[in-house]
């Protein structure tokens, strides 16, 4: 059984640009949840996919959006970055039947910082 | 909206007992969950109570009190490897049941 692994593990990008994070789900979970952690912060939720449509989504600007793909994969873009988007982005995979319940299971990250 | 409360930081020595208190605001609660995370690191799962009482994993034990919108985590044992830090985490019918994480609390154990 496979952990869920994301897609590049750092990245420096400047302001305007856009960027794609990638996320490949722990196998048989068909739930992600996109995180964004800034320094020494909680995880504050982005949004959640399931099976390919979003299912839920927290307080960020439409210029965040995501994708899930059919092998449960996923995506997060963000357009026009901001200096306030520097942060360790983590997906999270879940069953969805568990995945209201608490257990999520975390990648390592993305750190990303915008200059 | 919801709103959670935990201790920023606690230092401990080795083999001692830490209890990290976690209070929160919500409407409509379904559970609350605890995670580890070590610098740098993955947050990993440690427990999830949604009724009242004790919960024990090993020597992490976590506690529930619905009518108080309380609970704690009780790392019993410490070793060095408990330094990280630990996050409470609310799902509730108001944030659809996701996970709404309190700020965290950093735990220090000294030999």
Redesign the interface.
């Known amino acids: 059984e496979t952990g869920v692994t994301q897609s590049p593990t750092h990245l420096i990008k400047t302001r305007g640009q856009q960027v794609t994070l990638r996320c490949s789900s722990q196998s048989g979970h068909n739930t992600v949840s996109w995180y964004q952690q800034a320094l020494g912060q909680g995880p504050q939720f982005i949004f959640q996919y399931y099976r390919e449509e979003e299912n839920g989504r927290g307080n960020f600007p439409p210029r965040f959006s995501g994708l899930q793909f059919p092998n449960y994969s996923s995506e997060l873009n963000v357009n026009a970055l901001e200096l306030d988007d520097s942060a360790l982005y983590l997906c999270a995979s879940s069953l969805a039947v568990t995945g209201g319940l608490g257990e999520q299971f975390f990648g390592p990250g993305t750190r990303l910082t915008v200059l | 909206g919801q709103s959670l409360e935990q201790p920023s930081e606690v230092t401990a020595v080795e083999g001692a007992i830490v209890q990290i208190n976690c209070t929160y605001q919500t409407s409509g609660f ?4 605890w ?1 580890q995370q070590h610098d740098g ?5 440690l427990s ?1 109570n ?1 009724l009242d009482g004790l919960e024990e994993t090993g020597r992490f034990s976590s506690f529930l009190s619905r009518s108080d919108s309380y609970g704690y985590l009780l790392l019993q044992e410490l070793q060095m490897k408990d330094s990280a830090s630990y ?1 409470c ?1 609310v ?1 509730a019918r108001s ?10 609390t950093t735990v220090t154990v000294r030999a």
Not at chain 2, 30 to 33: A, D, E, F, N
Not at chain 2, 96 to 102: E, R, V
Request: aromatic share 28%; hydrophobic share 35%.
């Open positions: 379904y559970g609350l969950s995670y690191g993955a947050p990993t799962f999830y949604a996050f985490a799902s944030n659809d049941y996701k996970l709404s994480f309190g700020a965290g």
